[in-house]
């Protein structure tokens, strides 16, 4: 079983940053399979992706929304993901789900990760 915890959500201004945190807890999160994503979703609107990382090496993969102004990291001793979100305008604000699943492929997919946190509320105000 594997648990996932967010924290760092907020209130930002437009053109403003946040950087939210995720902490995975569990034994069989395995380093070498496993992916870590962030989604996100609005109200009235789907789950979107947003970013991923793989555990292993590290490859990132970015929404083309957020490509260029949000940063995906991850700190191996501690186990925790860092999404780091730079120049947010209105179109940001949603509560943001960090995830995590083995073996994904389609990192863009939410139905392929198997382990969900609760969500962290970003309110980004002009």
């Known amino acids: 079983q594997i648990r996932l915890v967010e924290s760092g959500g907020g209130l930002a201004q437009v053109g403003g940053s946040l950087s939210l945190n995720c902490e995975v807890f569990?034994?069989?999160?395995?380093?070498?399979?496993?992916?870590v994503g962030w989604f996100r979703q609005a109200p009235g609107k789907e789950r979107e992706f947003v970013a991923a990382?793989?555990?292993?090496?590290?490859?990132?993969y970015y929404a083309d929304s957020v490509k260029g102004r949000f940063t995906i990291s991850r700190d191996n001793a501690k186990l925790t993901v860092d999404l780091q979100m730079n120049n947010l305008n209105s179109e940001d604000a949603a509560i943001y789900f960090c995830?995590?699943?083995?073996?994904?492929?389609?990192?863009?997919?939410?139905?392929?990760?198997?382990?969900w946190g609760q969500g962290t509320q970003v309110t980004v105000s002009s």
């Open positions: 990382i793989t555990w292993e090496r590290g490859t990132t």
């Open positions: 569990g034994r069989t999160f395995n380093r070498y399979r496993n992916t």
């Open positions: 995830a995590t699943g083995r073996n994904v492929i389609s990192t863009m997919i939410d139905s392929k990760y198997e382990y």
